[in-house]
């Protein structure tokens, strides 16, 4: 069912964009921007649940819940739930688009294992996940070759007899600035903002590792889906720069604060 469902489409997905150009590295980004444009509506979703936690959390009638129940976690959570659901705001769909990935990143995985096959018993265990309209015996084996990288293994460029792991230093990055720029600015005493910190913290660094110990394909995978999300957020303006620069949204707010 796992290949039927998951890894004969990707499989058969990226053959067919690798026919036309002939170029596997190309193929994995065309593919990776088919899977945002297809999932853009969860993260249309994502953003507007992100937004509507940002808005109640702004509110008067949220921070006097925090004041009156601040001694009591369990009330506090009980009347949080209640707001959620009297204003519509699903506090899970801001992570489903990330847990919707989680398939895909193994799908793929497989998928770029599987196609980059070159043993006569690879080959043919290959052979049973192509549908029948692509013509195998013309593409096959690929080219797993694109700039310095062997889409198949783990990507370092020599630099001074050293391997440096590039492609996942930019996987970090920009997974890092992506989930900064999508996160909502949350109040010092908010529950879920010690949580959203680490969130933000620790899952750069696991994409990163696996990017490091991984097939390179899954890293450019990784790099051009991270890219592809901050343009959508861009084209939605929901890009949240100010979390970029704490420091000066800072000192802007108390400012004002002052102003007033």
């Known amino acids: ?66 004041k009156k129940y601040k001694d009591d976690k369990q009330k506090l959570s009980q009347e949080q739930m209640r707001l959620y659901k009297e204003k519509g705001i699903n506090p899970f769909g801001s992570c489903l688009p990330t847990l919707i990935q989680f398939p895909i990143i193994i799908g793929l995985y497989q998928a770029i294992i599987q196609a980059l096959a070159v043993t006569p018993l690879q080959l043919f265990d290959f052979s049973k996940h192509i549908y029948p309209f692509i013509n195998a015996a013309k593409i096959i084996p690929l080219n797993n070759n694109f700039l310095w990288m062997d889409l198949s293994q783990p990507e370092r460029l020599d630099v001074f007899g050293f391997g440096v792991p590039v492609l996942a230093i930019i996987v970090v990055i920009t997974t890092y600035l992506q989930t900064k720029l999508m996160t909502p600015t949350t109040s010092p005493g908010d529950q879920s903002a010690q949580m959203t910190q680490m969130m933000n913290l620790y899952m750069p660094l696991f994409i990163g590792y696996i990017a490091y110990t991984l097939a390179s394909g899954l890293a450019l995978y990784f790099v051009t889906s991270n890219l592809v999300g901050i343009i959508q957020y861009g084209a ?13 949204s800072k000192s802007i707010e108390k400012s004002t604060g002052k102003s007033k």
């Open 1 to 66: 069912m796992w290949d039927q469902f998951i890894i004969n489409p990707m499989v058969n997905v990226l053959l067919y964009i690798y026919s036309l150009i002939n170029n596997f590295g190309i193929s994995i980004i065309i593919f990776t921007i088919l899977i945002r444009l297809i999932t853009h509506p969860l993260t249309a979703s994502q953003m507007k649940s992100s937004q509507g936690l940002q808005e109640l959390q702004k509110s008067k009638e949220w921070q006097e819940i925090q």
């Open 236 to 248: 939605m303006g929901k890009v949240n720069w100010r979390n970029l620069i704490p420091a000066r």
